[in-house]
Protein backbone atom coordinates (compact mmCIF):
# COMPACT_ATOMS: atom_id res chain seq x y z
CA UNK A 1 0.00 0.00 0.00
CA UNK A 2 2.89 2.73 1.13
CA UNK A 3 5.12 1.52 -1.90
CA UNK A 4 2.00 2.04 -3.91
CA UNK A 5 1.05 4.92 -3.23
CA UNK A 6 4.74 6.32 -3.48
CA UNK A 7 4.62 5.52 -6.76
CA UNK A 8 1.68 6.75 -8.03
CA UNK A 9 2.29 10.19 -6.40
CA UNK A 10 6.21 9.93 -8.31
CA UNK A 11 4.28 9.48 -11.51
CA UNK A 12 1.48 11.88 -11.18
CA UNK A 13 2.68 14.91 -12.28
CA UNK A 14 4.44 12.44 -15.56
CA UNK A 15 1.12 11.74 -16.33
CA UNK A 16 -0.04 13.22 -19.72
CA UNK A 17 -3.51 15.02 -20.05
CA UNK A 18 -5.09 17.45 -17.85
CA UNK A 19 -2.51 17.24 -14.94
CA UNK A 20 -0.20 19.11 -17.37
CA UNK A 21 -1.66 22.45 -16.67
CA UNK A 22 0.47 24.23 -14.78
CA UNK A 23 -2.27 25.18 -12.61
CA UNK A 24 -2.88 21.46 -11.97
CA UNK A 25 0.78 21.20 -11.30
CA UNK A 26 0.57 24.02 -8.68
CA UNK A 27 -2.41 22.32 -6.85
CA UNK A 28 -0.52 19.24 -7.29
CA UNK A 29 2.46 20.70 -5.36
CA UNK A 30 0.26 22.26 -2.46
CA UNK A 31 -1.58 18.73 -1.75
CA UNK A 32 1.66 17.38 -1.14
CA UNK A 33 2.81 20.62 1.00
CA UNK A 34 -0.19 20.76 3.01
CA UNK A 35 -0.52 16.84 3.32
CA UNK A 36 3.17 16.59 4.99
CA UNK A 37 2.13 19.87 7.18
CA UNK A 38 -1.17 18.00 8.05
CA UNK A 39 0.97 15.02 8.93
CA UNK A 40 3.40 17.17 11.03
CA UNK A 41 0.30 18.53 12.87
CA UNK A 42 -1.45 15.29 13.35
CA UNK A 43 2.03 13.93 15.26
CA UNK A 44 0.95 16.22 17.96
CA UNK A 45 -3.10 16.54 17.58
CA UNK A 46 -3.93 13.48 16.52
CA UNK A 47 -1.78 10.62 18.22
CA UNK A 48 -1.14 12.36 21.35
CA UNK A 49 -4.41 14.31 20.82
CA UNK A 50 -2.83 17.63 21.93
CA UNK A 51 -5.00 20.27 19.73
CA UNK A 52 -2.98 22.86 18.52
CA UNK A 53 -4.12 25.98 16.94
CA UNK A 54 -0.58 27.44 16.74
CA UNK A 55 1.47 25.26 14.26
CA UNK A 56 1.24 28.33 11.76
CA UNK A 57 4.17 29.96 14.05
CA UNK A 58 6.43 26.76 14.04
CA UNK A 59 5.45 26.84 10.00
CA UNK A 60 6.22 30.38 9.79
CA UNK A 61 9.16 30.65 11.61
CA UNK A 62 10.80 27.96 8.98
CA UNK A 63 9.10 29.68 5.98
CA UNK A 64 11.43 32.89 8.00
CA UNK A 65 13.98 30.71 8.49
CA UNK A 66 14.86 29.99 4.62
CA UNK A 67 13.87 33.90 3.91
CA UNK A 68 16.22 35.21 5.60
CA UNK A 69 19.48 32.89 4.94
CA UNK A 70 18.27 33.80 1.28
CA UNK A 71 16.94 37.68 1.47
CA UNK A 72 18.72 38.69 4.43
CA UNK A 73 22.34 36.81 4.34
CA UNK A 74 22.15 36.01 0.54
CA UNK A 75 23.12 32.49 1.36
CA UNK A 76 21.21 29.28 0.35
CA UNK A 77 17.72 28.70 2.03
CA UNK A 78 19.52 25.33 3.61
CA UNK A 79 20.74 26.51 6.52
CA UNK A 80 18.30 28.53 6.98
CA UNK A 81 15.62 25.77 6.87
CA UNK A 82 17.82 23.31 9.12
CA UNK A 83 18.04 26.51 11.96
CA UNK A 84 14.44 27.54 10.80
CA UNK A 85 13.12 23.76 12.26
CA UNK A 86 15.74 23.47 14.96
CA UNK A 87 14.65 27.16 16.32
CA UNK A 88 11.32 26.06 15.76
CA UNK A 89 11.39 23.09 18.17
CA UNK A 90 12.98 25.45 20.83
CA UNK A 91 9.97 27.83 20.95
CA UNK A 92 7.85 24.78 21.00
CA UNK A 93 9.37 23.65 24.22
CA UNK A 94 9.19 27.10 25.37
CA UNK A 95 5.95 27.84 24.59
CA UNK A 96 4.34 24.44 25.72
CA UNK A 97 5.86 23.98 28.62
CA UNK A 98 2.99 26.52 30.78
CA UNK A 99 0.71 25.13 28.12
CA UNK A 100 0.80 21.77 28.97
CA UNK A 101 -0.25 22.53 32.55
CA UNK A 102 -3.39 23.08 31.39
CA UNK A 103 -5.69 20.31 30.02
CA UNK A 104 -7.56 19.14 27.13
CA UNK A 105 -9.52 22.34 25.52
CA UNK A 106 -7.80 25.06 27.51
CA UNK A 107 -4.35 24.10 25.88
CA UNK A 108 -6.23 24.45 22.31
CA UNK A 109 -7.26 27.81 23.79
CA UNK A 110 -3.98 28.70 24.61
CA UNK A 111 -1.90 28.03 21.23
CA UNK A 112 -4.73 30.60 19.68
CA UNK A 113 -3.06 32.95 21.75
CA UNK A 114 0.46 32.56 20.52
CA UNK A 115 -0.29 32.63 16.84
CA UNK A 116 -1.42 36.49 17.46
CA UNK A 117 1.56 36.79 19.90
CA UNK A 118 3.94 36.11 17.29
CA UNK A 119 2.08 37.37 14.23
CA UNK A 120 2.59 40.94 16.08
CA UNK A 121 5.42 40.56 16.91
CA UNK A 122 6.75 39.56 13.56
CA UNK A 123 4.78 42.40 11.93
CA UNK A 124 6.86 45.38 14.16
CA UNK A 125 9.95 43.48 14.39
CA UNK A 126 12.43 45.63 11.57
CA UNK A 127 15.06 42.44 11.31
CA UNK A 128 12.60 40.11 10.17
CA UNK A 129 11.10 42.52 7.27
CA UNK A 130 8.27 43.50 9.37
CA UNK A 131 4.97 44.60 7.83
CA UNK A 132 6.25 44.18 4.57
CA UNK A 133 8.24 40.62 4.38
CA UNK A 134 10.53 39.55 3.06
CA UNK A 135 11.09 39.51 -0.74
CA UNK A 136 12.95 36.92 -3.31
CA UNK A 137 15.78 38.66 -4.80
CA UNK A 138 15.65 36.65 -8.47
CA UNK A 139 18.73 34.27 -8.27
CA UNK A 140 20.39 30.86 -9.96
CA UNK A 141 17.26 28.69 -10.20
CA UNK A 142 18.21 24.71 -9.39
CA UNK A 143 18.36 22.56 -6.37
CA UNK A 144 20.75 24.92 -4.64
CA UNK A 145 19.42 27.71 -3.78
CA UNK A 146 15.50 25.45 -4.40
CA UNK A 147 14.22 27.92 -6.96
CA UNK A 148 12.35 27.56 -10.41
CA UNK A 149 10.92 29.89 -12.62
CA UNK A 150 10.46 27.72 -15.27
CA UNK A 151 8.44 24.71 -14.34
CA UNK A 152 6.80 23.65 -11.16
CA UNK A 153 7.94 20.01 -11.65
CA UNK A 154 11.30 20.20 -9.47
CA UNK A 155 8.93 21.55 -6.50
CA UNK A 156 6.92 18.87 -6.72
CA UNK A 157 9.64 16.29 -6.37
CA UNK A 158 11.24 18.90 -3.64
CA UNK A 159 7.73 18.25 -1.65
CA UNK A 160 7.92 14.79 -2.86
CA UNK A 161 10.81 14.40 -0.79
CA UNK A 162 9.38 16.19 2.54
CA UNK A 163 6.05 13.84 2.26
CA UNK A 164 8.54 11.02 2.10
CA UNK A 165 10.22 12.00 5.05
CA UNK A 166 7.75 13.18 6.99
CA UNK A 167 5.54 10.21 5.94
CA UNK A 168 8.27 7.69 6.52
CA UNK A 169 8.69 8.85 10.09
CA UNK A 170 5.67 9.20 11.38
CA UNK A 171 5.15 5.05 9.48
CA UNK A 172 8.08 4.16 11.63
CA UNK A 173 7.12 5.81 15.22
CA UNK A 174 3.21 4.15 14.61
CA UNK A 175 5.37 0.72 15.16
CA UNK A 176 7.10 1.96 17.99
CA UNK A 177 7.47 2.56 21.34
CA UNK A 178 6.83 6.35 20.54
CA UNK A 179 3.43 5.68 18.83
CA UNK A 180 1.97 3.64 21.81
CA UNK A 181 3.15 6.09 24.20
CA UNK A 182 1.61 8.80 21.96
CA UNK A 183 -1.62 7.05 21.72
CA UNK A 184 -1.21 5.72 25.10
CA UNK A 185 -1.27 9.71 26.49
CA UNK A 186 -3.93 10.82 24.56
CA UNK A 187 -6.33 8.06 25.39
CA UNK A 188 -5.62 8.18 29.47
CA UNK A 189 -2.75 10.23 30.76
CA UNK A 190 -3.33 8.92 34.37
CA UNK A 191 -3.44 5.27 33.17
CA UNK A 192 -0.23 5.87 30.84
CA UNK A 193 1.42 7.44 34.09
CA UNK A 194 0.60 4.44 35.59
CA UNK A 195 2.20 2.34 33.38
CA UNK A 196 5.55 4.12 33.76
CA UNK A 197 4.68 6.69 30.95
CA UNK A 198 6.51 10.12 31.44
CA UNK A 199 3.43 12.00 29.96
CA UNK A 200 4.92 15.38 29.91
CA UNK A 201 8.13 14.29 28.46
CA UNK A 202 5.98 12.36 25.88
CA UNK A 203 3.93 15.53 25.12
CA UNK A 204 7.06 17.89 24.95
CA UNK A 205 8.86 15.39 22.16
CA UNK A 206 5.81 15.25 19.95
CA UNK A 207 5.63 18.74 20.21
CA UNK A 208 9.02 18.85 19.50
CA UNK A 209 8.85 17.02 16.53
CA UNK A 210 6.10 18.35 15.25
CA UNK A 211 6.84 22.06 15.06
CA UNK A 212 10.21 20.40 13.66
CA UNK A 213 8.64 19.08 10.30
CA UNK A 214 5.94 21.89 10.19
CA UNK A 215 9.07 24.45 10.10
CA UNK A 216 10.37 22.41 7.41
CA UNK A 217 6.95 22.62 5.46
CA UNK A 218 7.16 26.39 5.87
CA UNK A 219 10.60 26.71 4.38
CA UNK A 220 9.62 25.18 1.22
CA UNK A 221 6.11 27.28 1.02
CA UNK A 222 8.61 30.19 1.14
CA UNK A 223 10.96 29.15 -1.88
CA UNK A 224 7.59 28.40 -3.57
CA UNK A 225 6.02 31.48 -3.24
CA UNK A 226 9.13 33.75 -3.40
CA UNK A 227 8.35 35.73 -0.43
CA UNK A 228 7.10 36.19 3.20
CA UNK A 229 4.61 38.03 5.55
CA UNK A 230 3.64 37.51 8.70
CA UNK A 231 -0.53 37.13 7.41
CA UNK A 232 0.51 34.93 4.77
CA UNK A 233 2.31 32.40 7.46
CA UNK A 234 1.42 33.03 11.00
CA UNK A 235 -2.44 33.19 10.84
CA UNK A 236 -5.30 31.25 12.37
CA UNK A 237 -6.46 30.45 9.13
CA UNK A 238 -3.74 28.95 8.20
CA UNK A 239 -3.53 26.83 11.56
CA UNK A 240 -7.06 26.24 10.56
CA UNK A 241 -6.40 24.15 7.46
CA UNK A 242 -3.76 22.43 8.96
CA UNK A 243 -6.37 20.87 11.81
CA UNK A 244 -9.39 20.98 9.31
CA UNK A 245 -7.00 19.12 6.66
CA UNK A 246 -6.50 16.27 9.54
CA UNK A 247 -9.77 15.82 10.95
CA UNK A 248 -11.22 15.40 7.38
CA UNK A 249 -9.27 13.14 7.01
CA UNK A 250 -9.32 11.64 10.45
CA UNK A 251 -7.08 12.47 13.14
CA UNK A 252 -4.42 10.31 14.09
CA UNK A 253 -4.39 8.09 11.67
CA UNK A 254 -1.47 7.36 9.10
CA UNK A 255 -3.55 8.24 5.34
CA UNK A 256 -5.77 10.66 7.38
CA UNK A 257 -3.83 14.07 6.41
CA UNK A 258 -3.16 12.78 2.73
CA UNK A 259 -6.74 12.29 2.09
CA UNK A 260 -7.68 15.32 3.62
CA UNK A 261 -5.41 17.37 1.52
CA UNK A 262 -6.80 15.66 -1.43
CA UNK A 263 -10.08 16.40 -0.88
CA UNK A 264 -9.58 19.95 0.06
CA UNK A 265 -6.75 21.54 -1.43
CA UNK A 266 -8.02 20.88 -4.77
CA UNK A 267 -11.43 22.28 -3.94
CA UNK A 268 -9.80 25.36 -2.28
CA UNK A 269 -7.51 26.00 -5.35
CA UNK A 270 -10.65 25.34 -7.76
CA UNK A 271 -13.08 27.26 -6.26
CA UNK A 272 -10.92 30.43 -5.45
CA UNK A 273 -10.13 30.61 -9.32
CA UNK A 274 -13.87 29.97 -10.26
CA UNK A 275 -15.38 31.96 -7.88
CA UNK A 276 -12.49 34.05 -6.49
CA UNK A 277 -14.77 37.12 -7.44
CA UNK A 278 -17.42 36.82 -4.40
CA UNK A 279 -14.44 38.32 -2.04
CA UNK A 280 -12.52 34.80 -1.03
CA UNK A 281 -14.19 33.45 1.58
CA UNK A 282 -15.82 30.51 -0.41
CA UNK A 283 -13.53 27.52 0.01
CA UNK A 284 -13.63 28.42 3.77
CA UNK A 285 -17.45 27.96 3.69
CA UNK A 286 -17.14 24.45 1.30
CA UNK A 287 -14.10 23.80 4.13
CA UNK A 288 -16.73 24.63 6.91
CA UNK A 289 -19.77 22.85 5.61
CA UNK A 290 -17.65 19.58 4.56
CA UNK A 291 -16.56 19.89 7.92
CA UNK A 292 -19.43 19.57 9.91
CA UNK A 293 -20.87 16.71 7.98
CA UNK A 294 -17.96 14.70 8.62
CA UNK A 295 -17.49 15.20 11.93
CA UNK A 296 -21.09 14.57 13.00
CA UNK A 297 -21.61 11.67 10.80
CA UNK A 298 -18.25 9.78 11.42
CA UNK A 299 -15.71 11.44 13.75
CA UNK A 300 -13.12 9.54 12.25
CA UNK A 301 -13.22 11.37 9.27
CA UNK A 302 -12.55 9.84 5.43
CA UNK A 303 -10.64 6.97 7.36
CA UNK A 304 -13.20 6.58 9.71
CA UNK A 305 -15.36 5.53 6.39
CA UNK A 306 -13.24 3.69 4.71
CA UNK A 307 -12.19 1.44 7.42
CA UNK A 308 -16.08 0.97 8.22
CA UNK A 309 -16.49 0.03 4.71
CA UNK A 310 -13.46 -2.71 4.80
CA UNK A 311 -14.55 -4.27 8.03
CA UNK A 312 -18.14 -4.80 6.36
CA UNK A 313 -16.93 -5.77 3.51
CA UNK A 314 -14.59 -8.62 5.22
CA UNK A 315 -17.78 -9.23 7.09
CA UNK A 316 -19.88 -10.44 4.27
CA UNK A 317 -17.06 -11.99 2.40
CA UNK A 318 -15.68 -14.00 5.20
CA UNK A 319 -18.27 -15.10 7.40
CA UNK A 320 -16.80 -18.49 8.39
CA UNK A 321 -14.36 -17.59 10.70
CA UNK B 1 13.81 -4.77 55.37
CA UNK B 2 9.76 -5.53 54.04
CA UNK B 3 9.42 -4.30 50.18
CA UNK B 4 7.31 -1.67 50.73
CA UNK B 5 6.97 0.66 53.87
CA UNK B 6 4.08 2.44 54.63
CA UNK B 7 5.16 4.75 57.96
CA UNK B 8 2.99 7.40 59.65
CA UNK B 9 1.23 8.55 56.43
CA UNK B 10 -1.22 11.02 56.90
CA UNK B 11 -3.46 12.52 53.73
CA UNK B 12 -5.69 15.70 54.35
CA UNK B 13 -8.70 16.94 51.91
CA UNK B 14 -9.48 19.77 53.68
CA UNK B 15 -10.99 19.01 56.92
CA UNK B 16 -11.31 15.57 55.89
CA UNK B 17 -8.76 13.21 57.17
CA UNK B 18 -9.21 10.02 54.43
CA UNK B 19 -5.60 8.73 56.20
CA UNK B 20 -4.84 8.86 59.71
CA UNK B 21 -1.18 7.71 61.03
CA UNK B 22 -1.27 4.65 58.49
CA UNK B 23 1.60 2.56 59.12
CA UNK B 24 2.16 -1.02 57.62
CA UNK B 25 4.44 -3.25 55.78
CA UNK B 26 4.42 -5.38 52.64
CA UNK B 27 6.69 -8.43 53.20
CA UNK B 28 8.81 -9.59 49.61
CA UNK B 29 6.52 -12.52 48.04
CA UNK B 30 3.26 -12.14 50.49
CA UNK B 31 -0.28 -11.55 49.11
CA UNK B 32 -1.47 -8.24 51.33
CA UNK B 33 -5.01 -7.55 51.44
CA UNK B 34 -6.30 -4.30 52.49
CA UNK B 35 -9.75 -3.98 53.36
CA UNK B 36 -12.50 -1.89 55.10
CA UNK B 37 -15.67 -0.56 54.90
CA UNK B 38 -16.46 1.64 51.93
CA UNK B 39 -15.14 5.39 52.41
CA UNK B 40 -12.25 4.42 54.99
CA UNK B 41 -9.23 5.49 52.58
CA UNK B 42 -8.21 2.51 51.02
CA UNK B 43 -8.12 3.76 47.78
CA UNK B 44 -6.99 6.81 48.82
CA UNK B 45 -4.05 5.13 50.79
CA UNK B 46 -3.18 3.52 47.13
CA UNK B 47 -2.80 6.83 45.74
CA UNK B 48 -0.65 8.09 48.05
CA UNK B 49 1.59 5.21 47.37
CA UNK B 50 1.53 4.71 43.97
CA UNK B 51 2.00 8.79 43.57
CA UNK B 52 -1.18 9.94 42.00
CA UNK B 53 -1.46 12.03 45.12
CA UNK B 54 0.63 13.74 47.31
CA UNK B 55 0.54 12.82 51.30
CA UNK B 56 0.23 15.98 53.72
CA UNK B 57 2.76 14.39 55.76
CA UNK B 58 4.34 10.39 56.10
CA UNK B 59 6.70 8.66 53.87
CA UNK B 60 6.50 5.97 51.77
CA UNK B 61 9.15 3.44 51.21
CA UNK B 62 10.15 1.12 48.50
CA UNK B 63 13.16 -1.29 49.11
CA UNK B 64 14.09 1.32 51.20
CA UNK B 65 14.12 4.53 48.69
CA UNK B 66 11.90 7.43 49.88
CA UNK B 67 9.08 7.39 47.22
CA UNK B 68 7.17 10.18 49.31
CA UNK B 69 5.91 12.26 46.67
CA UNK B 70 6.73 11.05 43.44
CA UNK B 71 5.19 11.27 40.35
CA UNK B 72 3.36 7.82 39.18
CA UNK B 73 5.37 7.18 36.28
CA UNK B 74 8.64 7.52 38.33
CA UNK B 75 7.14 5.00 40.74
CA UNK B 76 6.35 2.61 38.20
CA UNK B 77 9.73 2.39 36.96
CA UNK B 78 11.27 1.75 40.10
CA UNK B 79 8.71 -1.56 39.80
CA UNK B 80 5.53 -0.67 42.15
CA UNK B 81 2.62 -0.68 39.30
CA UNK B 82 -1.01 -0.29 40.28
CA UNK B 83 -4.58 -1.14 38.72
CA UNK B 84 -7.76 1.46 39.02
CA UNK B 85 -10.50 0.59 41.01
CA UNK B 86 -12.46 2.60 38.17
CA UNK B 87 -11.44 1.01 35.52
CA UNK B 88 -8.75 2.86 32.77
CA UNK B 89 -8.79 1.52 29.43
CA UNK B 90 -7.45 3.16 26.32
CA UNK B 91 -10.23 3.24 24.79
CA UNK B 92 -9.31 3.92 21.58
CA UNK B 93 -6.17 1.06 21.30
CA UNK B 94 -6.91 -2.14 20.66
CA UNK B 95 -6.53 -4.78 23.72
CA UNK B 96 -3.23 -6.14 22.44
CA UNK B 97 -1.86 -2.54 22.20
CA UNK B 98 -3.16 -1.82 25.95
CA UNK B 99 -0.87 -4.38 27.09
CA UNK B 100 1.70 -3.13 24.64
CA UNK B 101 1.97 0.30 26.66
CA UNK B 102 2.54 -1.91 29.30
CA UNK B 103 5.34 -4.07 27.88
CA UNK B 104 7.67 -1.15 26.62
CA UNK B 105 8.35 0.20 30.16
CA UNK B 106 11.31 -2.43 30.33
CA UNK B 107 12.25 -2.62 26.87
CA UNK B 108 12.39 -0.35 23.74
CA UNK B 109 11.84 -3.17 20.68
CA UNK B 110 8.55 -4.15 19.48
CA UNK B 111 9.17 -7.95 19.41
CA UNK B 112 10.42 -8.18 22.57
CA UNK B 113 7.27 -6.11 23.81
CA UNK B 114 4.83 -7.97 22.03
CA UNK B 115 6.62 -11.38 23.51
CA UNK B 116 5.66 -10.10 26.84
CA UNK B 117 2.54 -8.65 25.94
CA UNK B 118 1.41 -12.31 24.33
CA UNK B 119 2.02 -13.88 27.57
CA UNK B 120 -0.03 -11.26 29.59
CA UNK B 121 -2.87 -11.59 27.19
CA UNK B 122 -2.92 -15.43 27.21
CA UNK B 123 -2.32 -15.44 31.55
CA UNK B 124 -5.69 -13.11 31.63
CA UNK B 125 -7.71 -15.32 29.61
CA UNK B 126 -7.94 -12.23 26.98
CA UNK B 127 -7.00 -13.95 23.61
CA UNK B 128 -10.07 -14.03 22.39
CA UNK B 129 -10.68 -10.29 22.72
CA UNK B 130 -7.15 -9.28 21.21
CA UNK B 131 -8.08 -7.12 18.67
CA UNK B 132 -11.06 -5.68 20.06
CA UNK B 133 -10.77 -1.76 20.85
CA UNK B 134 -10.49 -1.27 24.97
CA UNK B 135 -13.43 0.57 25.04
CA UNK B 136 -16.27 -2.01 23.48
CA UNK B 137 -15.22 -4.85 26.35
CA UNK B 138 -17.50 -5.54 29.23
CA UNK B 139 -16.65 -4.24 32.92
CA UNK B 140 -15.41 -7.42 33.50
CA UNK B 141 -13.10 -7.61 31.03
CA UNK B 142 -11.64 -4.48 31.58
CA UNK B 143 -10.77 -5.46 34.61
CA UNK B 144 -8.82 -8.51 33.43
CA UNK B 145 -7.21 -5.75 31.02
CA UNK B 146 -5.99 -3.97 33.63
CA UNK B 147 -4.62 -6.44 35.28
CA UNK B 148 -2.59 -8.16 32.28
CA UNK B 149 -1.46 -4.25 31.61
CA UNK B 150 0.21 -3.82 34.98
CA UNK B 151 1.37 -7.45 34.45
CA UNK B 152 3.40 -6.62 31.07
CA UNK B 153 5.26 -3.46 33.38
CA UNK B 154 6.86 -7.07 34.47
CA UNK B 155 6.46 -5.52 38.71
CA UNK B 156 7.71 -6.56 41.14
CA UNK B 157 4.91 -4.97 43.14
CA UNK B 158 1.51 -5.27 41.99
CA UNK B 159 -0.96 -3.20 43.52
CA UNK B 160 -4.48 -4.45 42.83
CA UNK B 161 -6.96 -1.75 43.46
CA UNK B 162 -10.74 -4.30 43.46
CA UNK B 163 -9.86 -5.75 40.27
CA UNK B 164 -12.52 -8.39 41.43
CA UNK B 165 -15.63 -6.11 42.09
CA UNK B 166 -18.64 -7.13 39.69
CA UNK B 167 -17.76 -10.62 38.71
CA UNK B 168 -19.31 -13.25 37.95
CA UNK B 169 -18.91 -16.85 40.50
CA UNK B 170 -17.23 -18.32 37.43
CA UNK B 171 -14.83 -15.08 36.84
CA UNK B 172 -13.94 -14.79 40.37
CA UNK B 173 -12.94 -17.96 40.70
CA UNK B 174 -10.20 -17.22 37.44
CA UNK B 175 -9.52 -14.00 38.87
CA UNK B 176 -8.00 -15.94 41.95
CA UNK B 177 -6.44 -18.34 39.64
CA UNK B 178 -4.73 -15.16 38.21
CA UNK B 179 -3.30 -13.90 41.56
CA UNK B 180 -2.22 -17.06 42.72
CA UNK B 181 -0.38 -17.43 39.42
CA UNK B 182 1.10 -14.22 39.49
CA UNK B 183 2.10 -14.85 43.54
CA UNK B 184 3.96 -17.95 42.23
CA UNK B 185 6.21 -16.02 39.79
CA UNK B 186 7.31 -14.12 42.80
CA UNK B 187 5.44 -10.62 42.57
CA UNK B 188 4.18 -9.31 45.69
CA UNK B 189 0.55 -8.11 45.62
CA UNK B 190 -1.09 -5.56 47.76
CA UNK B 191 -4.75 -6.00 46.95
CA UNK B 192 -7.50 -3.62 47.88
CA UNK B 193 -10.76 -5.75 48.16
CA UNK B 194 -14.15 -5.79 49.46
CA UNK B 195 -15.39 -9.94 48.92
CA UNK B 196 -13.45 -11.65 51.53
CA UNK B 197 -14.53 -15.00 49.96
CA UNK B 198 -11.85 -14.12 47.81
CA UNK B 199 -9.46 -12.58 49.13
CA UNK B 200 -9.11 -14.06 52.89
CA UNK B 201 -8.24 -17.35 51.78
CA UNK B 202 -5.05 -16.02 50.11
CA UNK B 203 -3.83 -13.46 51.43
CA UNK B 204 -1.28 -14.07 53.76
CA UNK B 205 -1.80 -11.18 55.79
CA UNK B 206 -4.39 -8.64 56.19
CA UNK B 207 -4.97 -4.35 56.98
CA UNK B 208 -7.83 -3.38 57.87
CA UNK B 209 -8.50 0.17 57.53
CA UNK B 210 -11.79 2.05 58.84
CA UNK B 211 -11.84 5.72 58.67
CA UNK B 212 -8.82 6.18 57.69
CA UNK B 213 -7.06 4.62 60.69
CA UNK B 214 -5.38 0.98 60.80
CA UNK B 215 -7.80 -0.80 63.12
CA UNK B 216 -5.63 -4.20 62.96
CA UNK B 217 -3.05 -6.07 60.84
CA UNK B 218 -1.93 -9.76 60.88
CA UNK B 219 -3.15 -12.72 59.70
CA UNK B 220 -6.94 -13.18 58.05
CA UNK B 221 -7.54 -16.17 60.92
CA UNK B 222 -6.59 -13.64 63.30
CA UNK B 223 -8.25 -10.11 61.79
CA UNK B 224 -11.58 -12.39 61.42
CA UNK B 225 -11.05 -12.40 65.38
CA UNK B 226 -10.82 -9.47 65.94
CA UNK B 227 -13.52 -7.66 67.69
CA UNK B 228 -13.27 -4.51 66.35
CA UNK B 229 -12.62 -5.51 62.82
CA UNK B 230 -16.05 -7.18 63.35
CA UNK B 231 -17.34 -4.11 64.78
CA UNK B 232 -16.41 -1.85 62.07
CA UNK B 233 -16.51 -4.00 59.19
CA UNK B 234 -17.68 -8.08 58.84
CA UNK B 235 -20.34 -7.96 61.35
CA UNK B 236 -21.09 -11.24 63.48
CA UNK B 237 -22.38 -13.66 61.24
CA UNK B 238 -20.06 -13.15 58.23
CA UNK B 239 -16.74 -13.56 60.49
CA UNK B 240 -18.24 -16.79 61.65
CA UNK B 241 -18.55 -18.34 57.93
CA UNK B 242 -15.01 -17.03 57.72
CA UNK B 243 -13.66 -19.02 60.68
CA UNK B 244 -15.36 -22.09 59.70
CA UNK B 245 -14.66 -21.48 55.64
CA UNK B 246 -10.61 -21.44 56.81
CA UNK B 247 -11.12 -24.63 58.53
Redesign the interface.
Given at each position: MWYGVLLLIAVLPLIPGPLQSPFAQHVLVLTLLFACMSQAWNILGGYCGQVSFGHSVFFGIGAYGAGMAVVTYGLTPWPGAIIGALLAAIVSLIISYPCFRLKGHYFAIATFAIVEIFNRLFMVWYWVGGALGLDYPIIEEGWKNFMWFQTKTQYYYGAFGLFILIFSFVRWMEANKLGYYLKAVRDGQEAAEALGVNSTAVKLTAIAISAFLAALCGAFFVQYNLRVDPPMVMSLDMSMRFVLITILGGLGTFWGPLLGAAILIPLQEYSRAMWGGLGGGVDLIIFGILIVLIVTRQPKGVMGFINLLTTRFKATKGGDD | MALLEVRNLIKKFGSLVANNDVSFDVEEGAIVGLIGPNGAGKTTLFNCI?G?YKPTSGKVFYEGTDITGW????V??LGA????QVV??????TVF?NI???A??KT?K?EV?SEIAESCLKMCHLDDHRDKKAGSLTIGLKKRLELA??MA?QPRLLMLDEVMAGLTGTELKEAVDVIKDIKSRGITLLVVEHIMEAIMPIADKVVVLDSGVKIAEGPPSEVVQDERVIAAYLGEKFSKRLREMKA
Open positions: - | SVPPHKARVRTFRPLIDMDLVGFLSLARAT
